[in-house]
């Protein structure tokens, strides 16, 4: 079945630094992948969405690439914030829904 | 971006009464809507797809008639939990795309934090 995996339950990092998060997909090839934002007790806010043309995406301190041979999108923060600090999710569309990733609880230490 | 608005965000009832959690789109019309459970430290589990004028579409496990979801209008979706137990106690959220059901980013709602005595 399609499948989409995070295998970092749980991320620390240091202030300053850059956090790259890994989504790893199998048994299909999707169109696009998706990253999204949930602080707790809030739904999910989404941050950036990448296509599978499209090696490399950014958005101010944030970038995704998307590596089909690898069957994997990366997510990086660069210069990281105590504020990142948030569970992130990857995701995409199946055959008629959405798929979520179990998501990566980061912490960004001051 | 699009905006989704759920109402209530936080809701405790007692045993055996029913709840009823609405989830509209403000700024755009949503023909269909997701809606989505979470336990804490998981991810989301999708409940049900919404349509709207037409009947839900319930994932394998989860009880139609235990979570009754109406989709009258583009703009509102409501999700009851009928009859509620502890065990039906989490963090309910809806979604929709602006782009239609399965193109493009999803915008969710805050949720709904239900908690059954």
């Known amino acids: 079945s399609q499948k989409i995996e995070q295998n970092s339950e749980a991320l620390n990092i240091q202030e300053g630094k850059t956090a790259t998060l890994t989504c790893n997909y199998t048994?299909?090839?999707?169109?696009?992948l998706q990253w999204y934002r949930q602080d707790p007790g809030r739904g999910p806010v989404f941050l950036l969405l990448i296509r599978e043309n499209e090696k490399e995406k950014r958005k101010e301190r944030l970038k995704v690439t998307f590596d089909t041979t690898l069957k994997q999108s990366l997510f990086h923060i660069t210069a990281s914030q105590p504020a990142d600090s948030a569970t992130y999710l990857c995701?995409?569309?199946?055959?008629?829904?959405?798929?979520f990733g179990t998501g990566t609880r980061l912490k960004v230490l001051a | 971006g699009a905006v989704v608005s759920q109402h209530p965000s936080w809701v405790i009832c007692k045993s055996g009464t029913s709840v009823k959690i609405e989830c509209r789109s403000l700024?755009?019309?949503?023909?269909?809507m997701f809606w989505y459970r979470q336990f804490p430290k998981q991810s989301l589990m999708l409940m049900a797809t919404?349509?709207?004028?037409?009947?839900?579409?319930?994932e394998q496990g989860v009880e139609k008639d235990k979570f009754l979801i109406n989709h009258a209008s583009l703009t509102l979706s409501t999700l009851t939990v009928t009859s509620a137990h502890p065990e039906d106690s989490s963090f309910y959220i809806c979604s929709a795309g602006v782009r239609g059901a399965l193109t493009g980013e999803l915008f969710f709602g805050e949720g709904s934090r239900l908690t059954v005595l």
């Open positions: 995701a995409t569309s199946g055959t008629y829904k959405y798929i």
């Open positions: 919404s349509n709207e004028g037409s009947k839900a579409t319930y």
């Open positions: 048994n299909y090839s999707p169109a696009y």
């Open positions: 700024d755009f019309q949503a023909t269909t």
